[in-house]
């Protein structure tokens, strides 16, 4: 079992920033991928930003350079640096991870943008 802890999240205005930060129980040194996801009212839940086997990121089409995935030293902590900040960004953010076998989710956190 791994625990996912969600974190950073609140309230913004549109064009702020916010830093939100997943907390992992285990490594993610050779994971399979490990990043952010979000699901607004009445929308699926979709992939904002991901960090996959070698390092290499992904990033949702919508996202078009305003955010930025990283992680700690410690390789423990995915960061996920939000910029621009638009109301279309208002969802529940989710963080995942997969070491190879199953999905791991956090319980997720609230991001709202709103003047």
């Known amino acids: 079992q791994v625990l996912l802890v969600e974190s950073g999240g609140g309230l913004v205005q549109p064009g702020g920033s916010l830093r939100l930060s997943c907390a992992a129980s285990?490594?993610?040194?050779?994971?399979?991928?490990i990043g952010w996801y979000r699901q607004a009212p009445g929308k699926q839940r979709e992939l904002v930003a991901a960090?996959?086997?070698?390092?290499?990121?992904r990033y949702g089409d919508f996202v078009e350079g305003r955010f930025t995935i990283s992680r700690d030293k410690a390789h423990t902590t995915v960061f996920l640096q939000m910029s621009s900040l638009k109301p279309e960004d208002t969802a529940i953010y989710y963080c995942?991870?997969?070491?190879?076998?199953?999905?791991?989710w956090g319980k997720g956190i609230q991001v709202t943008v709103s003047s």
């Open positions: 995942k991870g997969n070491w190879g076998i199953e999905d791991y």
């Open positions: 285990r490594s993610n040194v050779g994971i399979t991928i």
């Open positions: 960090i996959v086997g070698g390092g290499i990121t």
